[in-house]
Nanobody, 123 residues
Framework: QVQLVESGGGLVQAGGSLRLSCAAS????????MGWFRQAPGKAQRETVA????????TYAASVKGRFTISRDNSKNMVYLQMNSLEPEDTAVYYC????????????????WGQGTQVTVSS
């Protein structure tokens, strides 16, 4: 399994931007589909924010499409989430996740997780 460490969370005003980073260990990072997920306060389940396949294909949740961008740098074992036009509804703990299996989509599919980073958007 790959080890993941997120960073870049914080407190930002509505309309602002943040960039989350996720550093992955290991030499096979390029074989992994990577995902960003979030868990909002008081919600039991994590929701998918964005995912990027090992070939670079990207998918986004409808609520973040056009505002968030996922990217990866295989040379640095890094995946990023650029978040623009942040809204109070984006407040959550954001998690990075990885899996080598083909077709992984939702949070239940991913086998490796980071510890999470808090994003708080004030109105």
């Amino acid at each position: 399994q790959v080890q993941l460490v997120e960073s870049g969370g914080g407190l930002v005003q509505a309309g602002g931007s943040l960039r989350l980073s996720c550093a992955a260990s290991g030499r096979t990072f390029s074989r992994y589909t990577m995902g960003w997920f979030r868990q909002a306060p008081g919600k039991a389940q994590r929701e998918t924010v964005a995912r990027i396949s090992k070939s670079g294909g990207k998918t986004y949740a409808a609520s973040v499409k056009g505002r968030f961008t996922i990217s990866r740098d295989n040379s640095k074992n890094m995946v990023y989430l650029q978040m623009n036009s942040l809204e109070p509804e984006d407040t959550a703990v954001y998690y990075c996740a990885a899996d080598q299996r083909v077709g992984v989509m939702g949070p239940g599919d991913f086998g490796s997780w980071g510890q999470g980073t808090q994003v708080t958007v004030s109105s």
